[in-house]
Structure formats: structure tokens, C-alpha cells
């Protein structure tokens, strides 16, 4: 069974940027398709970005397309999350996710992955 544990997350102004990385362990982590999502108080858990195991394709949610990017390093067993011209609806908990299936047809959805991460809190202040 594969762990996954985020980091990265803090407290910025509006503008600025983070890189949020998530470590695997317990398994190898480059056979896993990766997803990131994220949780903001009150609301669902929503679709981020996704990465194929290659690294060759990667989808990201509407909100976030031309300000995030999602990469991986399979020999360092991570998976990134950089997060560029961050807004204050961008604050939430964000979570790394994972699946040892093919690249998944609902990639947007939290029950294509099997595998989670704690979450890191990322807060953006106006």
C-alpha cells in the first residue's frame, strides 16, 4: 500500500507562488498515476491536476490553467504541485492523490484514485 505525504503549503499574499510536493513511499510511485485537489472550508473536495505516470500528460481544472503546473520526479518518488499568481479563492487544504490503474477516464473525480495524503493548507490573503 503506498503512503503519500504532502508539503509545501503556507500562508502567502495574493500573487505569489508555492510549490507543493508530494512524497510516496511504501510502493513504487512511478507506476501511480498522481492527482492533486483541493478542499476549502464548507465546500467538496474538487479536481486540481492530474499527471500520467510518464509525466507525458497532464489535465488541470479550468480555474487553475495557465497558473498551475503538475510534474513529477519518479527517482525522488514525488510528485509537484507549482502554483503561480495564487488568488484568495485558491486557499484550501490540498491534497495528493494516486492510482496504480490506467490513466483514468474520470481523472476529475476523487473515486478514480485509491491512494491519499494528509493534505497541506494553503491560505492566500488579499
Known amino acids: 500500500q503506498v503512503q503519500l505525504v504532502e508539503s509545501g503549503g503556507g500562508l502567502v499574499q495574493a500573487g505569489a507562488s508555492l510549490r507543493l510536493s508530494c512524497a510516496a513511499s511504501?510502493?513504487?510511485?512511478?507506476?501511480?498515476?498522481g492527482g492533486w485537489f483541493r478542499q476549502a472550508p464548507g465546500k467538496e473536495r474538487e479536481f486540481v491536476a492530474a499527471?500520467?505516470?510518464?509525466?507525458?500528460?497532464?489535465d488541470f481544472a479550468e480555474s487553475v490553467k495557465g497558473r498551475f503546473t503538475v510534474s513529477r520526479d519518479n527517482a525522488k518518488n514525488t510528485v509537484y504541485l507549482q502554483m503561480n499568481s495564487l488568488k484568495p479563492e485558491d486557499t484550501a487544504v490540498y491534497y495528493c492523490?494516486?492510482?496504480?490503474?490506467?490513466?483514468?477516464?474520470?481523472?476529475?473525480?476523487?473515486?478514480?484514485?485509491?491512494?491519499w495524503g494528509q493534505g497541506t493548507q494553503v491560505t492566500v490573503s488579499s
Open positions: 511504501g510502493g513504487t510511485f512511478s507506476s501511480y498515476h
Open positions: 492523490a494516486a492510482t496504480n490503474a490506467y490513466y483514468p477516464n474520470n481523472y476529475q473525480s476523487r473515486r478514480a484514485y485509491d491512494y
Open positions: 499527471i500520467s505516470w510518464s509525466g507525458g500528460r497532464t
